[in-house]
């Protein structure tokens, strides 16, 4: 078959290297380079995420003996201790919070016993909303001192309006058991994730371009029209395909594909996402690899040392704030941190994260049976309109290419 794949980011050069083992297959990339959000920007001799932190590591074998055999070698990569911790109540204390529960009794008592008091009172019951699922697994004190606060400066808008459908696999939901464990033995990281893994260049655009080697990419190319035409499909009409793959945003699909029922377009437009403000900063010597911060007080919502990604390790940190922001804001609220030296680069994003909110489920159900119903295929972050990770966005790939060859 000759396909079509629109996007080179991490999903579609996956499903392109995987598919052209037995297929015709061209990716088309808008941009200049390939990447999509996951791509490094040097500046400096420094490369840094744009677009949110970007490493590897996956629960799932298949994929890690994928990433290892067949694109980037395990002995290309640098095996990471992941440090995150949250700036809560003027202290840093270990993520995840549930399990911190002895650090912050440190500093407050009162509110230790709450927090524990509360998650040992919590009972299961249906909930319609992301704000009372903290609630119900969490516990007043926590949902209120440190989810709700912290996931409506990531969404930008409020816990109370969104689904809580997309949290399996992407929080710890500890059982009491685990709570109580980590209460007499402290926090103790044995999360999936606690190491992962970064190529030794220091840049992920090296992964990336391994992935990418060897494909048929056309960038700078937009794909503006799709459309079928007896059993093939045109691609701004011109060029002919037998399938069409897609990995950019579910939220643009519809509009350029001919033919398009204006209810699906209607519920395209549902769909919500935010941009991302980005700056790199050189700074002071700092131990962790993320920090959280949940409180309003700052417009950040976490900071990525991303200097701690590299070996040997350097001083540089990526701030981020979701929405678009003015250099200057940027760097009057970074004046806050006294270990933020100097900043070297800005961004904004474009899509960054899909928002779970009511109308989610609905459009993006109807969208996707749409799509099914004459053949287009959508995977990966923006194409499925998940907040997938790297590892889940090869995974997806690798499961639609078990369907194809």
């Known amino acids: 078959m000759k396909i079509c794949v629109i996007g080179a980011g991490i999903t579609g050069l996956t499903i392109g290297r995987l598919l052209s083992k037995v297929h015709d297959v061209v990716i088309y990339e808008r941009e200049l380079s390939i990447g999509g959000i996951a791509k490094t920007k040097t500046i400096n001799g420094v490369s840094y995420h744009p677009v949110g932190g970007h490493c590897f590591n996956s629960k799932n074998q298949a994929v890690l003996d994928f990433i290892f055999s067949e694109v980037l070698p395990k002995e290309e990569w640098n095996c990471i201790k992941r440090v995150a911790v949250i700036y809560f109540h003027d202290h840093f204390i270990p993520y995840p919070i549930e399990f911190s529960i002895r650090e912050i009794a440190m500093f407050n008592e009162e509110l230790a016993f709450r927090i524990v008091k509360d998650f040992f009172s919590t009972q299961e019951r249906e909930v319609d909303n992301l704000a009372d699922w903290f609630r119900v697994n969490f516990g007043e004190t926590l949902a209120n001192e440190y989810f709700i606060p912290y996931n409506r400066k990531v969404w930008k808008m409020e816990p109370a309006e969104m689904s809580w459908k997309w949290v399996y696999g992407k929080l710890p939901i500890p059982n009491k058991r685990e709570f109580f ?116 007080d700052t417009i950040f919502h976490r900071h990525i040392h991303i200097g701690n990604f590299f070996v040997p ?69 923006f194409g499925e309109w998940k907040y997938y990770n790297m590892d889940i966005c090869i995974e997806s790939a690798m499961k639609l290419a078990k369907i194809l060859i």
């Open 313 to 381: 390790k350097q001083n540089y940190t990526i701030t981020e704030c979701i929405g678009e922001y003015s250099y200057e804001e940027i760097i009057e609220h970074g004046k806050k941190f006294d270990y933020l030296l100097e900043p070297i680069d800005f961004n904004i994003s474009d899509h960054a994260y899909i928002v779970y909110d009511r109308n989610y489920e609905e459009a993006t159900t109807k969208i996707k049976e749409y799509l099914k119903s004459i053949g287009i295929y959508t995977i990966g972050r």
């Open 181 to 296: 464990k980590a209460l007499i033995k402290g926090n103790e990281d044995d999360m999936p994730h606690r190491f992962f893994f970064y190529p030794k260049t220091n840049n992920m655009n090296t992964f990336i371009e391994k992935l990418g080697e060897g494909l048929n990419i056309i960038k700078n190319f937009e794909v503006i029209s799709i459309e079928k035409k007896g059993n093939k499909w045109i691609i701004n009409d011109s060029y002919e395909y037998d399938l069409v793959i897609s990995t950019i945003p579910l939220n643009t699909l519809p509009r350029i594909i001919k033919g398009v029922p204006n209810a699906i377009l209607e519920e395209a437009k549902k769909l919500r996402y935010n941009k991302v403000t980005t700056v790199l900063w050189r700074t002071k010597p700092i131990d962790f690899t993320w920090t959280y911060y949940p409180s309003p």
